[in-house]
């Protein structure tokens, strides 16, 4: 009796199967930030893969962009980025029976590039945030604008895509205080964010003038003046945040600084550890602290601060 041929995995994939499988990670990724880093290292990668000889996917191969990511001098965030991306790209090229097991799990134990010490975050002091609000002069309804994305980047610690989709629906009153109401954010969390005074003012201030009364509080506006469309991209934030802290001759600041900024601003006020994680929509208070850039301070600790009775002074 004739046997029948066994059925092997292939180990050198042609670029139907890497589409197939980048589709396949793409989808099954809730975040649209983190769908567009992943396909951007994927096709990084794609790029790189299909350049070079074709060699069988796997480990050798995976090590050999590393070598080619660290000779281009990118950073170690990045590197670990993309190689996360291809181990990724990998599990699923197996799963679609594209690739082997063995190769795949080959590929995971790649090490990605050591990183020494921690990046440091960028904040501004509460000078700096009244000199570049202060700086948006005029009434026009650009300045409008863009003062109110500002002031809720600060006083609220949205992430830009959160502002981006920011609807009317979202600002409500909560215990006879204005906040934002069950805002998505990463991860899919649901959170209530509070919003101070001066900041639903301003927010009031530019809604008024583009007499918007429902959707995305946040608008298109040409270049005569007019505002149009039914939203903003998280790249308009971007550039209204650098060009109007340059302004204020501050360089090199993002949006996710001025989150940073609104958590440290909190903290410095007196605002409670937990409270600023609940502002910020963070699952682990680590990452809180990270934001606020804790150091611990031995020159006025904190258990100074009690002492029981039979051992007062």
Same mark, same amino acid.
């Given at each position: 009796?004739?046997?029948?041929?066994?059925?092997?995995?292939?180990?050198?994939?042609?670029?139907?199967?890497?589409?197939?499988?980048?589709?396949?990670?793409?989808?099954?990724?809730? @975040?649209?930030?983190?769908?567009?880093?992943?396909?951007?290292? $994927? *096709? @990084?990668?794609?790029?790189?893969?299909?350049?070079?000889?074709?060699?069988?996917?796997?480990? $050798? &191969?995976?090590?050999?962009?590393? /070598?080619?990511?660290?000779?281009?001098?990118?950073?170690?965030?990045? /590197?670990?980025?993309?190689?996360?991306?291809?181990?990724?790209?990998?599990?699923?090229?197996?799963?679609?029976? +594209?690739?082997?097991?063995?190769?795949?799990?080959?590929?995971?134990?790649?090490?990605?590039?050591?990183? +020494?010490?921690?990046?440091?975050?960028?904040?501004?002091?509460?000078? %700096?945030?009244?000199?570049?609000?202060?700086?948006?002069?005029?009434?026009?309804?650009?300045?409008?604008?863009?003062?109110?994305?500002?002031?809720?980047? /600060?006083?609220?610690?949205?992430?830009?895509?959160?502002?981006?989709?920011?609807?009317?629906?979202? $600002? %409500?009153?909560?215990?006879?205080?204005?906040?934002?109401?069950?805002? !998505?954010?990463?991860?899919?969390?649901?959170?209530?964010?509070?919003?101070?005074?001066?900041?639903?003012?301003? &927010?009031?201030?530019?809604?008024?003038?583009?007499?918007?009364?429902?959707?995305? &509080?946040?608008?298109? /506006?040409?270049?005569?003046?007019?505002?149009?469309?039914?939203?903003?991209?998280? *790249?308009? !934030?971007?550039?209204?945040?650098?060009?109007?802290?340059?302004?204020?001759?501050?360089?090199?600041?993002?949006?996710?600084?001025?989150?940073? #900024?609104?958590?440290?601003?909190?903290?410095?006020?007196?605002?409670?550890?937990?409270?600023?994680?609940? +502002?910020?929509?963070?699952?682990?208070?680590?990452?809180?602290?990270?934001?606020?850039?804790?150091?611990? *301070?031995?020159?006025?600790?904190?258990?100074?601060?009690?002492?029981? #009775?039979?051992?007062?002074?």
């Amino acid at each position: 009796m004739r046997k029948k041929p066994r059925k092997t995995r292939r180990t050198m994939l042609r670029l139907r199967d890497l589409d197939q499988s980048r589709a396949a990670v793409l989808n099954s990724l809730r @975040s649209a930030a983190s769908r567009r880093a992943y396909e951007f290292a $994927i *096709n @990084s990668f794609i790029a790189w893969y299909c350049s070079e000889p074709r060699l069988a996917l796997g480990r $050798i &191969v995976v090590t050999r962009f590393r /070598i080619h990511m660290e000779e281009r001098g990118l950073s170690s965030s990045s /590197i670990n980025q993309r190689l996360a991306a291809v181990r990724r790209l990998a599990y699923e090229a197996a799963d679609c029976g +594209l690739l082997s097991p063995e190769l795949a799990a080959g590929i995971k134990r790649v090490k990605g590039a050591k990183q +020494l010490g921690r990046r440091t975050g960028n904040w501004l002091t509460l000078e %700096q945030c009244s000199t570049v609000l202060r700086g948006i002069t005029g009434t026009d309804i650009r300045a409008r604008r863009d003062k109110a994305m500002l002031a809720i980047l /600060i006083g609220c610690g949205l992430r830009r895509g959160e502002l981006a989709g920011l609807t009317i629906e979202h $600002i %409500q009153t909560r215990q006879e205080h204005w906040a934002i109401v069950d805002l !998505v954010g990463k991860g899919g969390h649901i959170r209530t964010v509070p919003m101070p005074k001066w900041v639903k003012d301003a &927010v009031d201030f530019w809604t008024s003038a583009a007499r918007i009364t429902s959707g995305r &509080v946040f608008r298109a /506006i040409s270049r005569s003046g007019k505002v149009w469309g039914d939203g903003i991209s998280e *790249n308009v !934030v971007w550039h209204v945040v650098s060009k109007r802290c340059s302004t204020g001759e501050i360089e090199h600041v993002a949006p996710h600084d001025l989150r940073r #900024t609104c958590a440290r601003l909190c903290h410095s006020s007196g605002g409670e550890l937990e409270q600023i994680q609940f +502002l910020l929509g963070h699952s682990s208070v680590l990452t809180t602290e990270r934001y606020l850039g804790c150091k611990q *301070n031995l020159g006025s600790p904190v258990n100074d601060r009690f002492a029981p #009775t039979a051992f007062a002074a």
